[in-house]
């Protein structure tokens, strides 16, 4: 099952161990020193056995309210890089938010199992991971 969510928030790519022109080069307008903002749209998938009462795996309720306390909370309307902590050694790249709202939600999502977080930047431009990679 997979429902979908969304947020906006700022963020700037930019790796310290690269120089400030090694960092136009590689994340152009996206290096912006005061960084640019996007409204994310979040789809977060989980799966496991249907409840043999209910037939879902998990109550929709119980899946917003973990997404709402635990993601949206910490990142809607935040600067991803100076607001947070949770990008403070790592680029907020769309590859590296999916991966931070992967470990915000993994093993709290019981009695299913997450399955994957895909993460859309813009309508074009989208990451997902689905944990060990």
Same mark, same amino acid.
């Given at each position: 099952?997979?429902?979908?969510?969304?947020?906006?928030? +700022?963020?700037?790519? $930019?790796?310290? #161990?690269?120089?400030?022109e090694e960092n136009r080069r590689v994340f152009g307008k996206c290096n912006n020193p005061r960084g640019?903002? $996007?409204?994310?749209?979040?789809? @977060?998938? @989980?799966?496991?056995? /249907?409840?043999?009462?209910?037939? +879902? @795996?998990? +109550?929709? /309720? #119980?899946?917003?309210?973990v997404v709402r306390e635990r993601v949206i909370a910490a990142l809607d309307h935040k600067h991803l890089n100076e607001d947070t902590g949770l990008f403070r050694d790592v680029n907020p790249s769309v590859?590296?938010?999916a991966r931070v709202i992967w470990g915000l939600l993994e093993g709290h999502v019981a009695p299913a199992q997450l399955a994957a977080v895909r993460v859309y930047e813009t309508p074009k431009t989208w990451a997902e991971y689905a944990g060990g990679q």
């Open positions: 099952m997979t429902q979908q969510f969304e947020f906006s928030a +700022a963020h700037r790519l $930019h790796v310290t #161990r690269l120089s400030d640019h903002g $996007h409204n994310y749209v979040v789809d @977060v998938t @989980v799966s496991g056995a /249907p409840d043999a009462e209910t037939g +879902a @795996v998990l +109550a929709l /309720p #119980r899946l917003e309210q590859e590296n938010i």
